[in-house]
């Protein structure tokens, strides 16, 4: 009696490793999913499509509908979610973040489970509960819902180019800054943190930042790094919002999105937006440091013909992108701090060749 309980929802799987792809047909059939949707990325049929629909006959799982969605806009997805057939159990998405996120908004609207494949790590998309959709033009993100099961297949990943795995070390790397600014703002009485969330969030950084690799394409790295970008997905959903993954870096990489020139991947802005914020906060920048060192991530970054301008421009433009929320940039002290350290660290002069 006047007790409370959270109650969140987890995917009943997650299969990651070697050879997966070629098991979806077992892993469908093992849950009582036996009609599915299936949704491939732009030119991921040809690569792919062979391998998944062998398994999937294997194990008489039907395919009701196969197909490339080439849109993300929310009303063309909407159109397709409602022109699943009704016996449909589970939506398929094998791919990137867009066709992720496609078949996540379907399974949300039309209630049924959503199966996330992701083709490589470049984000931890593949374990959130909301998409990233076109609404009216404009870039949202929307709530949909948790994956039923995520089925990783790190030889799959391992064959993507390797920005991807960059970008996924730095959507990683970010859980350290974006956890600091949330507590940052529970303590200046802007928002209530959960401790479970925080737990998770630090525990999934932690565990990869302290494994020992010789290349960031060692089965073992990879394993490690998508387990850690699944349990952030976790992490959100305990949170029920992004605070616990999604702090000043992503605001800085949203506003590249929105107003830089020189624009790159997700990933791999918020990797050195975290790595600013992290000296910004004056918080844990060894750690920051010395994993994106070891990854190559700085290297990688350097080789990219990026533009500073964009990173103070979207420094000032970070609070408009979240007004509601309360992170370091929210305060003006601490952009002109992060503007400053733009300037004045090594790396950062190595990276955007001042
Ligand atoms: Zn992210």
């Not at 078949?103 to 374990?127: E, H, M, Q, W």
Request: glycine letters at 6%; charged letters at 25%.
């Amino acid at each position: 009696m006047g007790m409370t309980t959270t109650s969140i929802t987890i995917p009943a799987f997650i299969k990651i490793e070697k050879g997966a792809l070629s098991e979806i047909g077992s892993y469908l059939k093992e849950n009582g999913l036996t009609k599915v949707a299936l949704f491939f990325g732009d030119n991921l049929t040809d690569m792919f499509g062979e391998r998944v629909l062998k398994s999937l006959e294997a194990n008489d799982v039907e395919v009701l509908m196969n197909m490339e969605p080439d849109s993300s806009n929310i009303e063309d997805i909407t159109d397709l979610a409602f022109s699943m057939p009704n016996e449909t159990q589970a939506v398929i998405g094998i791919g990137g973040g867009k066709v992720i996120d496609t078949a996540k908004y379907c399974g949300f609207l039309r209630k049924i489970a959503y199966i996330s494949v992701p083709t490589s790590t470049s984000n931890d998309g593949f374990s959130s509960a909301s998409a990233s959709l076109l609404i009216k033009g404009k870039r949202k993100s929307v709530p949909a819902k948790m994956a039923f099961g995520i089925i990783a297949d790190t030889d799959v990943i391992k064959s993507a180019p390797l920005r991807f795995l960059h970008a996924g070390i730095g959507d990683m790397v970010c859980k350290i800054t974006a956890n600091y600014d949330w507590q940052f703002e529970a303590d200046n009485g802007y928002a209530t943190t959960n401790d479970v969330a925080i737990m998770v969030a630090k525990k999934s950084i932690n565990s990869i930042a302290r494994i020992q690799f010789d290349s960031i394409t060692d089965e073992w790295f990879m394993k490690e790094l998508l387990n850690s970008l699944a349990m952030c997905g976790i992490a959100n959903e305990i949170a029920g919002s992004s605070a616990p993954t999604s702090g000043s870096e992503h605001l800085i990489s949203h506003a590249i999105d929105q107003y830089g020139k020189k624009p790159t991947i997700h990933g791999l802005q918020v990797g050195i937006a975290t790595y600013l914020m992290s000296i910004v906060q004056d918080h844990r920048q060894d750690r920051v440091r010395d994993f994106l060192t070891r990854t190559g991530f700085f290297d990688f970054v350097a080789t990219l013909d990026l533009d500073v301008q964009d990173y103070i421009d979207a420094i000032d433009k970070a609070p408009a992108i979240k007004p509601f929320r309360h992170t370091y940039l929210h305060e003006e002290q601490y952009r002109e701090k992060a503007k400053e350290v733009l300037f004045n660290d090594d790396i950062l002069k190595k990276i955007f060749k001042l």
